[in-house]
């Protein structure tokens, strides 16, 4: 099974950054989308950001459009998500998952199994 460690979360300002990192233990990292998800306290997690291995193509939650980017690091085996003038509603613990080579941000066709550990993101002025 695939190991996924995601870190850099943390206290954060509105209208501040910060930057999100996902480690992949998978030799075929290369060939595969990942995708970064959130979850809210009460709330159901959502599909943020997704990034194709085969062409890097980018997709975005029209929440987070304009002010999140996904990029990752072949070579780090690592997927990022740096997050720039964060909002209240960007609080959550943000989880990243792979499925398979297509981006696909429906939570629901992932499994259980699919995440990391997650990284909590407060924002508080």
């Known amino acids: 099974q695939e190991r996924l460690v995601e870190s850099g979360g943390g206290l954060v300002q509105p209208g501040g950054s910060l930057r999100l990192s996902c480690k992949s233990s998978?030799?075929?990292?290369?060939?595969?989308?990942y995708a970064w998800f959130r979850q809210a306290p009460g709330k159901e997690r959502e599909g943020v950001s997704c990034?194709?291995?085969?062409?890097?193509?980018?997709y975005y939650a029209d929440s987070v459009k304009g002010r999140f980017t996904i990029s990752r690091d072949n070579d780090k085996n690592t997927v990022y998500l740096q997050m720039n003038s964060v909002i209240f509603e960007d609080a959550a613990v943000y989880y990243c998952?792979?499925?398979?080579?297509?981006?696909?941000?429906?939570?629901?066709?992932?499994?259980?199994?699919?995440w990391g550990q997650g990284t909590q993101v407060t924002v508080s002025s």
């Open positions: 998952a792979t499925p398979g080579p297509i981006c696909d941000l429906d939570v629901s066709h992932y499994q259980p199994e699919s």
């Open positions: 990034i194709t291995g085969t062409d890097g193509r980018t």
């Open positions: 998978a030799i075929t990292f290369d060939y595969m989308a």
